[in-house]
């Protein structure tokens, strides 16, 4: 198996996500192997051997993607053996033309605690944490976004993504079983109104989720769960309030298309 | 000021990380503007309208970076006024002619719950939850690390970022004032010798956090910070345990180091 190599002076989490996205779109199975914090020629060495010596073990060229800011370590990377693919510095140039400014290359430039947001984004989280599950309705006003929903319809990991990735504050709020007699907005909710989204999910997936929970259990029951689901769809409608179905979607692509949905400012890009 | 779009017929989450990398480099403000779920004709037309009267009203080509899966959208939005930056097509080819093999675009690639590693995330998601701040001490055996240190040391949002990023599961236990005296492991950790890493940081810094929660407390007080910190690290020594100073570090930071240190292996790529 050929061997995907992920090399930086940072976390190497650019590196991650620009070889993963190119190497997904091939037909092929790799050996992933991610060296963070290349910060030394004796590092970049040390590196550039164990690279060397993948391609004597298996003899097929390993691919490298290294994103380095440093650029004597990135040279030297460069000699290894494997077939490197810098996007840094191929589209660098160009960009500087286009900008008519030369880059200033720092070090832990992104990733790092001394972007601008990174207190908003721990600040989200603390939030986040602080909310969750209709912990604290007292602190709706300070929430960018209030998630609503029933149990298990993806609400905290969607919170939690959206404070992570994005320095977005989160409150969430669970419709229970003892609400659906006649489901309506608590007061509490109403007076935010503006902030709502909804998420709802196929009775069939929240079935398989809440099994793991409580198997064989009323609150899993398929007819529980629709009973549920069709009691909530009907006051999002009826309260205009904009929902998603979130069956077929991973956390990042229920945040990105919230916030593309509701036009929520983000802190970090 | 100069706007940078960034587009996809996905999360563009990937779109995003290229450009920020390449824009953090140059000196200069940007307008960040994000178009996820690009996914039909008429919607790629809109997005090229909208870029062509963001040249018109500044002045200033946008800057375009795009990951477009499908070849017909991915056409449409390079004639827009913009300037395209588009690194997996650049790279196809070369990695192409490397592999011998032709590629095989499928749109929500990454960054959807189709990758085989989806539900490791949100089993690790849960786990991190449900064994926050010593909770659970009975299911440190399914940990795949313990995160140890006082109060506020950046445990909880790092079990939570290993969690979502690479669905690895963390548990944590907080060193509380009270195990100052004669600090040493409890039983239940003591037994999972192996899965413990420390986590420590500087007394200012500890204080100011500690002081946003409970100001003008002892708790947060220097003193107090710096004595508990210095006994936790005392017992890191003492027993071996490896341990990290977080001061200066992001959640993505300390994240990779931990990875990088105790070679703990990670469910995503």
């Known amino acids: 198996m050929r061997t995907a190599f992920y090399i930086s002076d940072g976390t190497a989490i650019t590196a991650e996500v620009f070889g993963h996205a190119l190497l ?3 037909p092929a199975q790799f050996e992933h192997v991610t060296i963070p914090f290349v910060e030394t020629l004796a590092m970049a060495q040390q590196v550039v051997q164990r690279i060397n010596d993948c391609y004597k073990t298996t003899g097929l060229k390993p691919l490298v993607f ?3 800011v440093d650029e004597q370590l990135r040279l030297q990377i460069s000699q290894s053996d494997g077939i490197c693919y810098d996007f840094l510095n191929a589209f660098v140039a160009p960009l500087q033309q286009e900008l008519q400014l030369a880059p200033v290359p720092k070090t832990h430039r992104t990733h790092s605690m001394h972007e601008k947001t990174y207190d908003f984004r721990i600040d989200a989280v603390n939030f986040a944490l602080a909310n969750d599950d209709g912990a604290n309705m007292k602190n709706f006003s300070q929430a960018d976004i209030i998630l609503i929903g ?3 319809s993806g609400k905290t990991p969607t919170s939690l993504y959206l404070a992570l990735q994005y320095g977005i504050k989160a409150a969430n709020y669970p419709f229970v079983e003892e609400d659906m007699e006649a489901l309506r907005l608590p007061p ?3 007076q935010h109104k503006a902030k709502l989204f909804g998420l ?3 009775p069939e ?3 398989q989720i809440r099994e793991q929970r409580r198997p064989n259990s009323r609150y ?3 007819r529980q769960c629709t009973l549920e689901l069709k009691e909530v769809e009907r006051l999002y409608q009826r309260e205009q309030i904009p929902f998603l179905n979130s069956t077929q979607l991973s956390i990042e692509e229920i945040s990105a298309k919230i916030i593309a949905m509701t036009g929520l400012k983000r802190q970090k890009y």
Chains 1, 2 share one sequence.
């Open 24 to 26: 997904t779109m091939f």
């Open 66 to 68: 290294h994103t380095f």
């Open 150 to 152: 029933v149990s298990r």
């Open 188 to 190: 509490e909710l109403k």
């Open 200 to 202: 709802t999910i196929s």
């Open 205 to 207: 997936r929240l079935s």
């Open 220 to 222: 899993a029951s398929v």
